[in-house]
């Protein structure tokens, strides 16, 4: 008998504040790279080679295993065009897909809406950290918010009387009635009462997991046990989304962004070595973005914003690889010192919503985006 295929899961992992790409990508062969790096360059001995022109700082040797195993793609110079260098409206722009205007539906809120248009399956999409984020967010849409671990999630824990806790889910419900103007209050009041149900729904995850798997104890390794819980549960989430940072490393660079990546990269390693024990990965991908890039020459203790970055790409039905072209460090083609973006990010999203989600891209990143070929 065959066995029915899996629906296919998104991982988002957030890297906010501005990962700097140099030096998680490092082209080592480019004299231009130490030449610039006086105070934050990765010494040569240290990096770990992934081809002849690039490798990775030593703390990202726990990624390097699935990029020798073709299972990590990495897009080279992604970002937009007229990059604002701003954390606040580049998130917005990554989140929403609008670059020209402020937008008001996150680009993820409108897949879950696509997969569930009457609600149905209040945990389809489920974020792992302290805020709704804006790419989740659409009036209408629920999304289940896990702050902490999940063992401890719940909402009004305490009231466990059947009637009285849903007489206070809905009082708190009508707290939040759409008020004209208020995107906050439209948002919170059309998708309350789902969102709170989906706390009810995530509790039983924790109850039905086993693993031999041991993980870090960092933040970051948290929530993504936290989202193996929820996927292992068989709940039928599809989307989740987590974050990781802050990687904005105007000073003391280095020991942050090991600290930073050592946490990411061993995070990754455990979350994927839990899947695969349960043979549950071959459904899952797991996109790494950051707002922006910093800045190619140091300030002598970190980097400053910049604008073209790096996105990965991870997972077990991935075509590992280098995809687009590393952008150029010759001074004559930065823009005002940055790095020139020469990928839109809206072609990766375009991939994954075309060829893993099989959902139809325009509509939902706002146009036609050449699309890297990292999934078949």
């Known amino acids: 008998m065959a066995t029915a295929q899996k629906d296919p899961v998104l991982v988002v992992l957030q890297l906010t504040g501005g990962n700097d790409y140099l030096n998680t990508v490092i082209p080592y062969n480019n004299p231009l790279y130490q030449d610039n790096r006086k105070a934050v360059g990765i010494a040569e001995g240290d990096i770990l080679a992934i081809d002849n022109e690039y490798g990775f700082p030593p703390y990202l040797a726990p990624l390097k295993k699935f990029w020798d195993d073709k299972k990590l793609a990495i897009m080279h110079g992604v970002g937009y065009l007229d990059s604002p260098r701003s954390h606040f409206r580049s998130m917005d722009i990554w989140h929403t897909c609008e670059a020209d205007k402020v937008g008001t539906e996150g680009w993820l809120g409108r897949v879950v809406r696509e997969f569930d248009p009457r609600k149905e399956n209040v945990v389809t999409a489920v974020s792992f950290g302290p805020c709704l984020f804006r790419a989740l967010a659409v ?19 305490n009231i466990q009387e059947p009637v009285q806790r849903k007489q206070v889910l809905e009082r708190f419900s009508r707290m939040y009635q759409p008020i004209e103007g208020s995107g906050v209050m439209e948002y919170l009041g059309t998708t309350g009462l789902d969102s709170l149900k989906g706390a009810d729904i995530l509790k039983v995850a924790p109850s039905l997991y086993k693993s031999r798997v041991k993980y870090p ?36 660079q280095n020991p942050l962004h090991a600290k930073l990546w050592t946490d990411v990269s061993e995070g990754l390693e455990a979350f994927m070595s839990d899947l695969r ?9 797991v996109l790494m973005f950051s707002e922006f890039g910093r800045r190619v020459r140091d300030n ?77």
């Open 300 to 376: 002598g203790s970190g980097t400053d914003h910049g604008a073209a970055g790096a996105t990965f790409v991870l997972g077990d039905r991935v075509q590992g690889g280098h995809y687009g072209e590393y952008p150029s460090l010759a001074a004559e083609h930065l823009v005002q010192g940055d790095l020139n973006p020469s990928m839109d990010f809206r072609g990766i999203y375009s991939t994954i919503l075309d060829k893993w989600l099989k959902i139809d891209p325009v509509a939902i990143v706002n146009g036609t985006y050449e699309q890297p070929a990292f999934l078949n």
């Open 277 to 285: 024990h349960h043979d549950a990965s071959e459904n899952v991908i």
């Open 217 to 252: 104890n960092t933040s970051i390794a948290s929530k993504l046990r936290g989202i193996a819980q929820v996927h292992l549960a068989g709940l039928g989430t599809r989307v989740f989304y987590c974050d990781h940072g802050s990687f904005d490393s105007h000073a003391g």
């Open 139 to 157: 009036p209408g849409v629920p999304v289940a918010c896990v702050a902490g671990a999940l063992e401890n999630y719940g909402f009004l824990p």
